[in-house]
């Protein structure tokens, strides 16, 4: 599965959007861009996935460049409660089980 | 979303000891499951695959006989830490998805916190 980089944190004040980015500059074609975000002391939450287009649901929209090497992750008004890891994922659709390979994420912390 | 339930959340156990971690699929049918480890500050790292009624696969590193799975039936899978060390302590994490298609999204359980004293 294609390797992605975060950034290691980001800082986002309340009620703002909060704009996490990531790199798949190796991407396959059948290869999918998935969000997952971890709270603390908690397993991780599944948030959004895509393909091509853009794609938008209840937690977050999803921006995937032309080019599929990079994509972000839109929160469109942080909370508190959005504190968290966000690992930026892509995987095959029959690579080696269907696993999911976690990076180091983004450290989101949502600031009053 | 699916649910994934794992059972305990937290575990304290005597060095030597084995314990069992439980997760069930709540509302769907788990072909397989993954079993993760996260120490703290750290990623998720995947220890093994289990699919429904074969042997699991483990990843490079983990062993085998030290970290039992068992995946009897489409809605549970159990990994056993057996004669547990204090460097076993960690966050256990297990994974699971159903058989709905190539983008079909894996849902996580709670996570289980073992201290080995």
């Known amino acids: 599965d294609a390797k992605t980089t975060q950034p290691p944190s980001m800082d986002c004040a309340e009620g703002r959007a909060a704009n996490l980015p990531c790199n798949h500059s190796?991407?396959?074609?059948?290869?999918?861009v998935y969000w997952y975000r971890q709270i603390h002391s908690q397993g991780p939450q599944y948030i959004i996935h895509?393909?091509?287009n853009n794609e938008t649901n209840e937690m977050a929209s999803l921006i995937i460049t032309e080019d599929r090497k990079s994509s972000t992750l839109i929160l469109p008004h942080a909370t508190l409660r959005d504190t968290a890891v966000y690992y930026c994922?892509?995987?095959?659709?029959?690579?080696?089980?269907?696993?999911?390979?976690f990076g180091g994420g983004t450290r989101l912390m949502v600031k009053p | 979303g699916a649910v994934v339930s794992q059972h305990p959340s937290w575990v304290i156990c005597k060095s030597g000891t084995s314990v069992k971690i439980e997760c069930r699929s709540l509302?769907?049918?788990?072909?397989?499951m993954f079993w993760y480890r996260q120490f703290p500050k750290q990623s998720l790292m995947l220890m093994a695959t289990?699919?429904?009624?074969?042997?699991?696969?483990?990843e490079q590193g983990v062993e085998k006989d030290k970290f039992l799975i068992n995946h009897a039936s489409l809605t549970l899978s159990t990994l056993t830490v057996t004669s547990a060390h204090p460097e076993d302590s960690s966050f256990y994490i297990c994974?699971?998805?159903?058989?709905?298609?190539?983008?079909?999204?894996?849902?996580f359980g709670q996570g289980t916190r073992l201290t080995v004293v």
């Open positions: 994974s699971a998805r159903g058989a709905g298609g190539s983008s079909t999204e894996a849902f």
């Open positions: 190796t991407i396959s074609g059948n290869e999918y």
């Open positions: 895509g393909l091509k």
């Open positions: 994922i892509v995987r095959a659709p029959l690579s080696a089980g269907n696993m999911l390979t």
């Open positions: 509302d769907f049918q788990a072909t397989t």
């Open positions: 289990s699919n429904e009624g074969s042997k699991a696969t483990y």
